[in-house]
């Protein structure tokens, strides 16, 4: 039998940086562990914020990212007209665009099926935001 469930869940208080939300998004999806084999499709709703897979293991590649990205796309350039809401928003909306705003991760046995070390992360790109809001969608039989 094929199965859809949608669920929105929303992230608070992650300040600036990249963050590890595998649990989170697990402790919001008890269905999970009924989809034999599926796609959980996760989409955050924003342009501002954005998703990505990836080390999971080593909080460095959290910090890594976060000064590579600061490095290649910078605050405070006179060539940005975007900028209402502050030096960091015209940035944030390019780094969303390079990193993306959703993933696609295929469900085994009622688990996700990521490698070894991998993990999903919300990558949050603005200085003062109070939460983000995420929508998740599962496929499955």
């Not at 649990?23 to 084999?37: G, V």
């Not at 209402?84 to 909306?93: F, S, T």
């Not at 993990?119 to 599962?138: A, D, P, Q, Y």
């Amino acid at each position: 039998m094929n199965i859809w469930i949608q669920k929105e869940i929303i992230i608070k208080n992650n300040p600036r940086g990249f963050h590890l939300i595998t649990d989170e998004i697990l402790k919001n999806l008890p269905e999970l562990k009924k989809i034999n084999i599926g796609i959980l499709h996760i989409f955050i709703n924003h342009t501002s914020a954005s998703l990505t897979i990836n080390e999971n293991a080593d909080s460095n590649v959290r910090t890594d990212f976060e000064s590579h990205f600061n490095r290649i796309v910078p605050e405070k350039k006179e060539f940005y007209t975007h900028t209402y809401e502050g030096n960091d928003d015209m940035p944030a909306h390019l780094k969303t665009a390079i990193l993306g705003n959703s993933l696609s991760i295929p469900i085994k046995n009622g688990n996700l099926n990521l490698g070894m070390w991998q993990g999903i992360f919300l990558c949050e790109h603005r200085n003062k935001i109070k939460s983000r809001k995420i929508t998740v969608t599962i496929n499955g039989e």
